[in-house]
């Protein structure tokens, strides 16, 4: 089954998008959909048969700032929408985090189709929303090759069940993915990032949950232990605030007043720097040079201290990690082993609820580990009915997702 | 009666005693209502126009309850249609004379609220309203507001993905949701979600919101919850035209601004809210904008400005901006009375509820105008202008020969219009009944397939929720077969691994 150098087809239209899902249909071989594709170090370890690749199928059919509505086909690389909406003073607002630097190749390559496919989102995510929270339609070919469209191009819509949702983190195994409508915003006049220093790892969660809690409106809010970014020497907790000039100078006075005691000392980064650190939290550079496995976690935010302690005193030797999404989010680097430590990092996550998402390993790793948290039997059985439903021979991504298909 | 449900299937009429019997073995006696004139009170939702009555009513007041109707249902395959507070405009909880209607307003507890998470844990019949009651003291709340929002339920919310005036900035339901947990037909139960954020697979919290309770039975939501914005301020912009106003809402936005509420109505709507209970609405503007900006007050005064100096622009013919909390409320004030007050100008009413690009405002409207000429009726427009959702109000009189199937086609021919300028069939009040046999005018065969396959994934034998939203009913198994594209026959016999 594994194979070298897969056949790779080109996909330049909807059109063969449809014949080559149908042929892969007609003698069962599965497909890899490669937008980027310089990353095939993701995802459970399946190996395909063949490729479908996106990259002709590129360009942006509609931008219309004033709606904040823009469209492209799914192969158009990332950097080219964000160059055209910088541009216009516009951004996607759910930040696309680039995982090349954390897999080790060049960044800049994802495609628009990949980012959907991923949900990828980054540090602005919990107040803007993920990729999910932008997506107002698409138009795909499924894994019965057929041609199918969702939503629409204007901002409400719930004509028809919101499929754009179910796309999102699908990882190409419920269709390819041909055009996409998303939701544009502008970009803030400015941001800052202020810098509370000296308290500990829980202390400095903590201060960022009481930053939430205040009116002041933070867009992200990451703890940084020790040493992972910005040369710090002490733990810090670091908080974004983005909008007019007028307004984030006055929230950061507050939040200062309203977060002052406790020993911790206060520093502000400047837009410059603020863009740079929150660039770099993004694509999880606090970790990406670490030399071993990587996990993804997704929790309560009050549980996330407690999720590292609990991995922590069952004995895995972490290089590094931090927080992203006021605790909810931890960017987990450890030592390579043959199973990355899965039983104790998922069992750790379970007592409160959460899931953890092997991004980087070997590929006997992926091979042998569930690459997304596994799901109770209902669930389970519900979610292949739901991938049976695009694609019931299991030609895309086979493999993918879940051993199941 | 233009609309056709299913035919009420012989087979599961005549099993009613026993129905009845084994629900009542289920539920307390007092959660179960059998005789006619109480089931009457279910007949429809807020979507009047079509009623049924419904085959027994049960109220269940805890999931396991819920569990044990759902797994009868499946095994003496009878159907049931879940209910919140019945407020939806589109059919979606009318009931079906062959199904058992599954009310679930004992489910109407806050379960938890988590401050420092930042979320509330609540049952699917608690009402919108109260949740942000239940936590405004500590300075929060839940944004999506619909106009409903002292009536309507959070789990009919999910089901039809209730937006509000706020939705602009804070978006829709489906936008501030982290939890869900759903009976499936049959009884099993699924946890999705909780109070992390994304999911570990697909995103089927996103796939139940806005599924019409089609999919599965909501039995609790967890909710997010915002800080409350330290300050608030309204302006009320009046224009000349339409047309005038469609464009300063949009150079607001073209400008960068998004403000937490931008709303829009027209002549006939002003006037009638000023005769309904007077607001101070200009009475010559032949279009009114509100606008709510929100956040802390130094931006708050800043982006007023701006506002003010677009309206200026764009030829406003009153700039009023407020200046205190009662002001503010004071524009909201028309804007909230608008559908009792256009009840007063016209005996009866259909709310329509199509989405169109922006830009295309002024077309709609001249061809809504058209429209209605033709069916000799006059329509009353409020608009989530921000978003492009328009709710045209056709005015009409039951009571007259021929007046309901004139407003249901015009109707119609209202949401055929936003289509064909762009837009969509409902922004947010769902498909329903209502606009079920319109669903061709903006999918095809196979878009329509495909998420009947998705149905067919949560429901194989199509028990939940049947007639509505999908303009055919099909067997699953119908589904079941590859389809034949490019005259390629697919592999009879294909290797599933
Ligand atoms: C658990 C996890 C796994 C990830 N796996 C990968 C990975 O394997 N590769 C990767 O680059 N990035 C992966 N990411 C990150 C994310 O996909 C990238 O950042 C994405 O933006 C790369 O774009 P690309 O065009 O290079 O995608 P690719 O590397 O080409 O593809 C990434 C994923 O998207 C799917 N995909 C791409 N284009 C389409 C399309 N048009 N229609 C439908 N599906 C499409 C693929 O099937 C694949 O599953 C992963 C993230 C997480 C959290
Ligand atoms: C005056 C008025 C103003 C309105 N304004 C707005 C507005 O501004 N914005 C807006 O979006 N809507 C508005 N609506 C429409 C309506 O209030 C919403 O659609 C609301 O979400 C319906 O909630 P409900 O509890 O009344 O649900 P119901 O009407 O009882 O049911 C609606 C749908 O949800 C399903 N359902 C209900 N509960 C569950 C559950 N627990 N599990 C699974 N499915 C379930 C039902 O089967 C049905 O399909 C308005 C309605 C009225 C009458």
Redo the contacts with the bound molecule.
């Keep these: 089954m594994m194979q070298a150098a897969l056949a790779t087809l080109e996909i330049r239209d909807e059109s063969d998008a449809v014949d080559a899902i149908c042929a892969a249909n007609a003698k069962g071989v599965s497909c890899a959909i490669v937008g980027g594709g310089s990353k095939s170090q993701l995802g459970r370890c399946a190996p395909q048969t063949q490729a479908l690749s996106t990259p002709a199928l590129a360009g942006v059919t509609l931008y219309e700032p004033n709606e904040l509505v823009l469209s492209a086909r799914a192969g158009t690389r990332l950097s080219e929408i964000e160059a055209l909406l910088e541009n216009n003073g516009q951004q996607l607002a759910f930040e696309p985090m680039d995982y090349g630097p954390l897999l080790g190749a060049e960044a800049g390559y994802a495609t628009i189709g990949g980012v959907i496919a991923a949900n990828a989102s980054g540090p602005r995510r919990i107040k803007a929303g993920a990729a999910r929270d932008h997506l107002l339609g698409f138009r795909c070919v499924t894994g019965r090759g057929e041609q199918v469209k969702s939503g629409g191009r204007v901002m409400k819509n719930v004509t028809g069940y919101d499929l754009s949702k179910l796309v999102c983190g699908s990882y190409g195994t419920l269709a390819l993915l041909t055009e996409l409508t998303l939701k544009v915003l502008p970009k803030s006049e400015t941001e800052c990032t202020l810098l509370a220093i000296g308290a500990d790892e829980a202390e400095s969660l903590a201060l960022l949950r009481r930053a939430t809690a205040t009116p002041c409106e933070p867009s992200s809010l990451a703890m940084l232990p020790a040493g992972v970014a910005l040369a710090l020497d002490a733990d810090a907790a670091a908080i974004r605030l983005e909008g007019p000039t007028i307004s984030v100078t006055a929230r950061r006075d507050d939040l200062v007043a309203r977060l002052s005691g406790g020993g911790v000392r206060f520093e502000t980064l400047d837009e410059r720097d603020s863009t740079t650190l929150w660039r770099g939290l993004r694509d999880a550079a606090p970790i990406a040079a670490q030399v071993g496995q990587v996990w993804r976690i997704s929790v309560a935010p009050t549980e996330g201290f407690a999720v590292v302690e609990r991995i922590r005193r069952a004995g895995v030797p972490l290089l590094a990690h931090f927080y992203d999404w006021a605790g909810g989010l931890i960017w987990l680097c450890v030592e390579t082993t043959s199973d990355a430590y899965a039983a104790v990092v998922r069992a750790a996550v379970d007592v409160s609820g959460g899931h953890a998402t092997l991004i980087r390993a070997s590929q006997e790793t992926r091979t042998i580990v569930d690459v997304f948290h596994p799901q109770p039997a209902a669930l389970a059985a519900l979610t292949r009915r739901v991938k049976e439903s695009f694609d019931p021979a299991h030609i895309l991504e086979r493999g993918r997702m879940r051993a199941e298909f | 009666m233009t609309l056709l449900m299913p035919t009420p299937e012989p087979a599961i009429m005549s099993q009613r005693g026993e129905l009845i019997a084994r629900l009542g073995a289920i539920l307390p006696s007092e959660s179960l209502i059998v005789d006619e004139v109480s089931r009457r009170a279910y007949e429809c939702?807020?979507f009047t126009m079509y009623r049924a009555l419904p085959l027994v009513v049960a109220l269940p007041g805890n999931v396991e309850q819920v569990r044990a109707i759902m797994a009868l249902a499946a095994e003496m395959n009878v159907k049931v249609?879940?209910?919140?507070?019945?407020?939806?405009?589109s059919g979606?909880?009318m009931p079906l004379e062959d199904g058992i209607l599954l009310g679930?307003s004992k489910f109407n507890r806050i379960l938890e609220i988590d401050y420092e998470n930042r979320c509330a844990r609540v049952q699917?019949g608690v009402q919108n309203l109260a949740i942000s009651k239940a936590v405004e003291a500590q300075g929060f709340y839940y944004a999506p507001d619909?106009?409903?929002q002292i009536?309507?339920?959070i789990?009919?919310?999910v089901?039809?993905n209730?937006?509000?005036v706020h939705c602009l900035k804070y978006g829709l339901t489906t936008n501030n949701i982290l939890g869900l947990e759903v009976v499936l037909m049959g009884g099993d139960l699924i946890r999705l979600g909780g109070k992390h954020l994304d999911s570990e697979g697909y995103d089927l919290i996103g796939l139940m919101t806005g599924s019409?309770?089609l999919l599965g039975?909501?039995t609790e939501v967890v909710v997010r919850l915002l800080q409350k914005p330290p300050v608030a301020r309204g302006l009320l912009l009046g224009f000349a035209s339409v047309t005038a106003g469609a464009r300063c809402v949009g150079a607001i936005i073209a400008r960068g601004v998004i403000p937490a509420g931008l709303e829009m109505m027209d002549r006939a709507t002003i006037h009638a809210v000023e005769r309904f209970q007077p607001c101070g609405y200009p009475l010559d503007a032949e279009a009114l904008v509100i606008v709510e900006l929100d956040g802390t007050p130094a931006e708050v005064d800043h982006l007023v400005s701006v506002v003010q100096d677009i309206a200026r622009e764009e030829g406003a013919t009153t700039i009023r901006a407020s200046t205190s909390e009662a002001e503010r409320l004071q524009f909201w004030a028309g804007r909230k009375n608008a559908?009792p007050a256009v009840s007063c100008i016209a005996p009866d009413y259909l709310c329509m509820d199509g989405t169109i690009p922006r830009a295309r405002l002024p077309e709609a409207l001249a061809g809504m105008e058209r429209l209605a000429k033709e069916q000799g009726l006059s329509v009353a427009n409020v608009f989530h202008a921000g978003d492009g959702n328009l709710h045209p109000l056709i005015l009409y009189d039951a009571s007259k020969e021929g007046d309901v199937e004139r407003a249901e086609k015009l109707g119609f021919d209202i949401l055929r219009l936003c289509v064909s300028l762009g837009g969509v069939l409902t922004g947010?009040?769902?498909v329903?009944v209502e606009k079920r046999d319109l669903m061709g005018e903006m999918f095809s065969d196979v878009d329509l397939e495909q998420q009947m396959r998705l149905k067919c994934a949560f429901d194989p034998a199509g028990r939940l929720?049947p007639g509505?939203v999908f303009p055919t009913l099909h067997r699953c198994a119908e589904f079941g077969m590859m389809h034949v594209a490019g005259g390629k026959m697919p592999f009879p016999d294909l290797p599933r691994f």
Excluded: Y
């Excluded at chain 2, 249609?81 to 405009?89: D, H, I, K, M």
């Design positions: 939702d807020a249609v879940p209910r919140g507070a019945g407020t939806s405009l979606g909880s679930m699917p619909p106009s409903s009536a309507c339920s789990g009919g919310n089901a039809e209730a937006g509000g019409e309770g039975v909501v559908f947010e009040h769902g329903g929720n509505k």
